[in-house]
């Protein structure tokens, strides 16, 4: 028996570093499945960017309406939609939206 592992025994590490390789390229930290899944996190993560920076954008147009020149039409709407304050006459209406379609 350890004749023939004698004979084969370049055959033999060949395969064994083969198998590993094979391995390490499919399965590991740095593999093909682990890279799929980092890509899609990292799409993911771009997602939440874009809908971040979108967001501080939004709040920087609503601060310079409120720090340069007061926009008297924005601050009566944030009145209306904090503290639910109409006009004599006027109807107010609270839609709760519960993320339902």
């Known amino acids: 028996m350890f ?3 004698k ?3 370049f055959i033999l590490i060949i395969t064994f570093l083969f198998i ?3 391995f390490n390229l499919l399965g590991g930290d740095r593999g093909l ?3 799929f899944k980092k ?3 990292y799409e993911e993560l771009k997602i939440k960017q874009a809908d971040l920076n979108f967001k501080i954008q939004e709040l920087d147009h609503k601060n310079s309406l409120l720090t ?3 926009d008297l039409d924005f601050i009566e709407v944030l009145i209306r939609d904090k503290f639910l304050f ?3 006459g006027e109807t107010t209406y609270i ?4 993320g339902k379609n």
């Open 7 to 9: 004979k084969n025994y």
């Open 39 to 41: 890509k899609e996190i």
């Open 86 to 88: 109409g006009k004599d």
């Open 3 to 5: 004749d023939k592992i």
């Open 68 to 70: 340069k020149d007061i």
């Open 20 to 22: 590993y390789f094979l």
């Open 95 to 98: 839609i709760k939206y519960d």
């Open 33 to 35: 499945i682990s890279y």
